[in-house]
Structures are given as structure tokens and as C-alpha cells.
């Protein structure tokens, strides 16, 4: 009998293990959930934004409510780093904006600013930062107060023409930066490519 009770206990302290796991996973997911849902509380007080679609995507693209004022900046920091890097001219510009948008130096949005002007944002960020304008764009968020898409479009311009393009020459644009111009008006717009 002993050795009977022994796996007998041995098979009850594995199921007991097995539903401890369970239930700290659980307990896991729920405070991940938990955690999401508030974080997407704050982003949607801080843009006035109250489509859980674009919080969700704002927030899986990075954006907090600290750093959600960069959103803007995206196209102009993707026309910077159109041609592989961003170079001082442009990077003054950058940073020229982001202080007539309200980026305050040492702040977590500066910060992350400084360091997408050093190191260039994946190419999600890239990719979903337009449409996520055009949506703030259309629900009169903070965020974008004070700009229009034809703004942000002539931002990008003055980037694309301030380093100059073919053989440095200024106010020469590459070719690469008038096709990407051309798509960022688009998307900015809402127009189809």
C-alpha cells in the first residue's frame, strides 16, 4: 500500500501544480488586461480620442499618454530618415517643431524624440502613424490642435528640401523623398494611392 499512496500523492501534488500554474497564468492575463484597458483609459484622456481601435493601435505602435504628442512628428521624422539618416539640418528642424508642439526638453516625450532622431522608428511605427493622424485629424484631438494634413505636409517638405537631395544641392529633394511625400499626402489626406 505504501507505494500505492506515495503515487497516489506524487499524482495529486503534480495535478495540484498543474492547477496553481493555471490559475497564476490566468491571474497573469487578467492583470495584463487589466493594465491594457487603463493604459488605454489615459491615452483616450490624454488625445480625447474614444475609438478603442485607434488607442489599441496607438498603443501597440508605443505611444503613451507622455509621449502621444510625437505622433505628428512621424511623417517628418520618416522623410528625414528617407535617405538613411537624419542630418542636422533636418534634426533642428525636428526639434524646432517639437517645441512649437509643446515637447518640453527632459521630458519622456523629448526623450523619445532624441532618441528616434538617433535611431530610426520600425517601420510599424512608419506605417500606421498617417492613418492614426488623419484619425486624430478628424476627431479634433489635442493632439493635432493647431494642424491640418496640408501642415504636416509642408513640415515634411521643408525636411526634404532643407539637407538637399541629389549631391547636396539645398532645396533639391531626391527622388525617393517625392514619392514618399507624395504617399504621406495621400495617407494624410485619405486619398488612395
Known amino acids: 500500500m505504501g507505494t500505492h499512496d506515495g503515487l497516489h500523492d506524487r499524482g495529486r501534488a503534480l495535478e495540484e501544480e498543474y492547477f496553481r500554474r493555471k490559475d497564476q497564468e490566468l491571474i497573469a492575463k487578467l492583470r495584463a488586461r487589466a493594465a491594457s484597458e487603463e493604459a488605454q483609459r489615459a491615452l483616450g484622456a490624454s488625445t480625447g ?3 478603442p481601435e485607434v488607442l489599441h493601435e496607438l498603443l501597440a505602435l508605443g505611444f503613451t499618454p507622455e509621449t502621444v504628442a510625437l505622433l505628428p512628428l512621424m511623417p517628418v521624422l520618416q522623410v528625414a530618415w528617407a535617405e538613411g539618416g537624419v542630418t542636422p539640418v533636418e534634426r533642428m528642424l525636428i526639434e524646432k517643431l517639437a517645441t512649437t508642439r509643446g515637447i518640453v526638453p527632459g521630458s519622456p516625450a523629448d526623450a ?3 532618441d528616434w532622431l538617433a535611431n530610426k522608428p520600425a517601420g510599424d511605427v512608419f506605417a500606421g502613424a498617417s492613418r492614426l493622424i488623419r484619425a486624430l485629424l478628424a476627431s479634433g484631438s ?4 493647431n494642424l491640418t494634413a496640408d501642415d504636416l505636409v509642408d513640415y515634411c517638405e521643408k525636411v526634404a528640401s532643407a539637407s538637399g537631395g541629389i549631391f547636396g ?3 533639391r529633394i531626391s527622388p525617393e523623398e517625392k514619392v514618399l ?3 504621406i499626402a495621400d ?3 485619405g486619398r488612395k494611392a
Open 49 to 51: 480620442v474614444v475609438d
Open 112 to 114: 523619445q524624440l532624441m
Open 142 to 145: 489635442d493632439v493635432v490642435a
Open 169 to 171: 544641392l539645398i532645396g
Open 181 to 183: 511625400l507624395g504617399s
Open 187 to 189: 495617407d494624410l489626406r
